[in-house]
């Protein structure tokens, strides 16, 4: 005689077997994920014994004006041609006439 369910899985065996096979799978699809977004970042900036200052020996580098950091604002996007030209002349009044 012949015995069907001798050596095989229950019902429990099939469940067991499906939900771990869905954790596995699921495990390697977030760890496929994050491991794109992890090397897809744009690189962060880090601090380093060169971004404390110059070397010493060597010149500082120029701070760039107020004018050139509202510029670079202004061609970033971060704020529209109305505020660009509201806040030139705020920092041009404040600095008083300029020579020339």
Do not use: N
Not at 9 to 28: K, N, P, Q, T, V
Not at 43 to 48: D, E
Not at 81 to 99: I, K, N, Q
Request: hydrophobic share 40%; proline share 11%.
């Amino acid at each position: 005689m012949m015995y069907w369910h001798d050596h095989g899985m229950d019902g429990w065996g099939f469940g067991l077997l499906a939900i771990s096979m869905l954790i596995f799978w699921g495990l390697i699809i977030f760890g496929v994920v994050a491991l794109a977004r992890y090397l897809g970042r744009a690189p962060q900036h880090r601090p380093t014994a060169w971004s404390a200052g110059p070397p010493p020996g060597r010149p500082s580098p120029e701070r760039p004006s107020p004018e050139q950091l509202l510029a670079e604002r202004f061609a970033r996007g971060e704020i529209d041609a109305d505020e660009y030209r509201h806040r030139l002349e705020v920092l041009r009044s404040s600095r008083g006439p300029t020579p020339g």
